[in-house]
C-alpha cells in the first residue's frame, strides 16, 4: 500500500498546481506595455522637439531679432551655412556675436505667413 500512496505522489510532484496560471505570458505582456510607455513618453516628444528646432534653424534669415539660449537678444548680420553659426549684433554698441544655430532658442521676427516662427505655444 506504500508502494501505490508513494507512486501517486511521485507522479504528481511535477504537476503545475490547477490554481496557478503561466506567468510567462503576463511578463511579456508588462515588458511590452513598458516599451511603449518609453516610447511614448520619452522619444517621441523628443523627436518632435528635434524637427522643430531644425525647421527654425533653416527659418532664420539676415535681418531677423533671434534670442539664444542663453538669453542674449539681437538680430541676425550673417549666416555661415559652412560651419552652421549666425553673427548677431547686440545692443547700442553694435557688438557682435558668432553663435552656433543650435545655441539659437527663439526666432522673433514676423515672417509674410503672419506667425512668429520660433515663439514656443
Known amino acids: ?28 505582456v508588462e515588458v ?10 520619452i522619444i517621441l516628444p523628443q523627436k518632435k522637439k528635434e524637427k522643430e ?4 534653424k533653416e527659418s532664420i534669415q539676415i535681418g531677423d531679432e533671434v ?6 537678444m539681437g538680430i541676425v548680420v550673417r549666416k555661415d ?14 557688438s557682435k556675436i558668432r553663435v552656433k544655430l543650435w545655441a539659437i532658442s527663439e526666432n522673433l521676427t514676423k515672417h509674410d505667413d503672419g506667425d512668429e516662427l520660433g515663439k514656443k505655444k
Open 1 to 28: 500500500m506504500d508502494q501505490i500512496v508513494f507512486l501517486a505522489n511521485a507522479a504528481t510532484a511535477g504537476a503545475p498546481d490547477a490554481g496557478t496560471a503561466p506567468m510567462g505570458g503576463v511578463l511579456i
Open 32 to 41: 511590452i506595455i513598458m516599451i511603449a510607455v518609453f516610447v511614448g513618453v
Open 53 to 56: 528646432q531644425k525647421a527654425l
Open 67 to 72: 534670442t539664444t539660449i542663453g538669453g542674449i
Open 81 to 94: 551655412n559652412e560651419h552652421d553659426c549666425v553673427v548677431i549684433e547686440t545692443g547700442g554698441g553694435r
